[in-house]
């Protein structure tokens, strides 16, 4: 495996539901209040498809384009203030993990369902940006041609913009989600791995089509090395 593509709410970035406490604020803003039988059918939406793009999930849920896009811009303001109120962290050993996989010869790419305002909001809080970056490539579903997973794009664009592998059986995708799941099983990637750190569980990945469940993405490195 030459090139890891890794998924970050839930999989590197324990965020403690923000994801959920954002939708809340963005439903509120197009009049679904908490406690509402349409804010209790949403929510369900939204854990079901954890990992997807967020306007691609605003759109199924609010219809039409105007309204989706009004959810998704108060998503990502409520999610961006919850970043800056310091209300993440990396999930233990993920940092440490990527820098053992990069030492190792491995290019890590890390890729996300957020825009690219809040991915680098997540990034610059978790200091994975100064004094330099942690990973060479990062990836919102915009820098892939817009669609988010379960599509394939942004695990090949990872592949394509890097060169790091010379075929996409040497892509090993991670994440927490099926959705993370699905893009690496249809893109080909050779391993594909859902951690136990965030929406989906066991059932989920391998309904989806995982090689394999992990703990966390601490394990990974060890996956990769042939050590277990």
């Given at each position: 495996?030459?090139?890891?593509?890794?998924?970050?709410?839930?999989?590197?970035?324990?965020?403690?539901?923000?994801?959920?406490?954002?939708?809340?604020?963005?439903?509120?803003?197009?009049?679904?209040?908490?406690?509402?039988?349409?804010?209790a059918?949403?929510?369900?939406?939204?854990?079901?498809?954890?990992?997807?793009?967020?306007?691609?999930?605003?759109?199924?849920?609010?219809?039409?384009?105007?309204?989706?896009?009004?959810?998704?811009?108060?998503?990502?303001?409520?999610?961006?203030?919850?970043?800056?109120?310091?209300?993440?962290?990396?999930?233990?050993?993920?940092?440490?993990?990527?820098?053992e996989l990069?030492?190792?010869?491995?290019?890590?790419?890390?890729?996300?369902g957020?825009?690219?305002?809040?991915?680098?909001?997540?990034?610059?809080?978790?200091?994975?940006?100064?004094?330099?970056?942690?990973?060479?490539?990062?990836?919102?579903?915009?820098?892939?041609?817009?669609?988010?997973?379960?599509?394939?794009?942004?695990?090949?664009?990872?592949?394509?913009?890097?060169?790091?592998?010379?075929?996409?059986?040497?892509?090993?995708v991670?994440?927490?989600?099926?959705?993370?799941?699905?893009?690496?099983?249809?893109?080909?990637?050779?391993?594909?791995?859902?951690?136990?750190?965030?929406?989906?569980?066991?059932?989920?990945?391998?309904?989806?089509?995982?090689?394999?469940?992990?703990?966390?993405?601490?394990?990974?490195?060890?996956?990769?090395?042939?050590?277990?």
């Amino acid at each position: 495996m030459r090139l890891v593509v890794l998924d970050m709410a839930g999989t590197t970035v324990a965020d403690g539901g923000l994801v959920e406490r954002a939708f809340t604020a963005a439903a509120a803003e197009l009049g679904v209040g908490p406690g509402s039988p349409e804010h209790a059918r949403h929510l369900a939406y939204v854990r079901a498809t954890m990992g997807e793009s967020k306007i691609t999930v605003f759109r199924h849920l609010f219809g039409d384009e105007d309204r989706a896009r009004r959810a998704n811009a108060a998503f990502e303001k409520a999610y961006g203030a919850f970043v800056g109120d310091g209300l993440l962290a990396p999930v233990p050993g993920a940092r440490e993990a990527i820098e053992e996989l990069t030492a190792g010869g491995r290019t890590v790419v890390l890729s996300t369902g957020f825009a690219r305002v809040t991915q680098d909001a997540i990034l610059a809080a978790l200091g994975w940006l100064d004094p330099e970056p942690l990973v060479p490539l990062t990836l919102c579903p915009a820098d892939a041609g817009g669609r988010g997973r379960p599509f394939p794009d942004m695990v090949l664009a990872a592949f394509l913009r890097t060169g790091a592998a010379q075929d996409v059986r040497q892509v090993a995708v991670v994440g927490d989600t099926s959705y993370d799941v699905l893009s690496g099983v249809r893109a080909g990637a050779g391993l594909v791995a859902g951690v136990r750190t965030g929406a989906h569980g066991d059932a989920e990945f391998r309904a989806a089509g995982a090689t394999h469940v992990l703990g966390s993405v601490a394990e990974l490195p060890a996956l990769l090395d042939g050590a277990r």
